[in-house]
């Protein structure tokens, strides 16, 4: 991803714990092995289904102090519950504040107060949603009541 992380997908073919190990040089990386619980297929819910959009999960265009919105969309996915879990590069949990319109959309806001990396999973019954996890470059943004202009002539304006 040309920022030191990249993105492993995997399919098993069985239900049950697996221990996912990560190997950097012939080692485990820190906190290697992971363990990746695996739940047994469903016909009641269908994390596939449920899409996540907007400019809260977009890579850049966020921006410090500044409410990050995105929608959650499980119409047609089934019941299930919603759970979003999201930190920032240093591993400090992120707030998000979810609204339920009651009919399988969801309005999830957070305010980035870092301007690092923020990576946010959502899953749909316990499963990641397609594109899950989203990582989120968050700018620092521009404070123009903190910019002053000196010299001649600038006093005019």
Request: include cysteine; charged fraction near 25%; charge should be negative.
């Amino acid at each position: 991803k040309g920022d030191g992380s990249c993105d492993v997908r995997y399919w098993p073919t069985e239900p049950g714990e697996y221990a996912v190990h990560v190997i950097c040089d012939d080692e485990d990386i820190k906190d290697s092995p992971f363990i990746a619980h695996i739940l047994p297929a469903t016909n009641e819910y269908f994390p596939e289904k449920v899409k996540a959009f907007g400019p809260g999960l977009e890579p850049t265009g966020c921006i410090v102090d500044r409410p990050a919105e995105f929608t959650v969309d499980a119409r047609g996915a089934g019941k299930a519950e919603l759970k979003i879990y999201a930190q920032d590069a240093e591993g400090l949990p992120i707030d998000i504040k979810v609204k339920d319109n009651g009919d399988n959309t969801f309005i999830c806001v957070y305010v980035p107060t870092k301007p690092i990396k923020h990576t946010i999973i959502i899953t749909w019954g316990g499963v990641n949603i397609p594109k899950s996890p989203f990582r989120v470059n968050i700018g620092e943004g521009s404070h123009p009541s903190k910019v002053k202009v000196y010299g001649p002539r600038s006093e005019e304006h």
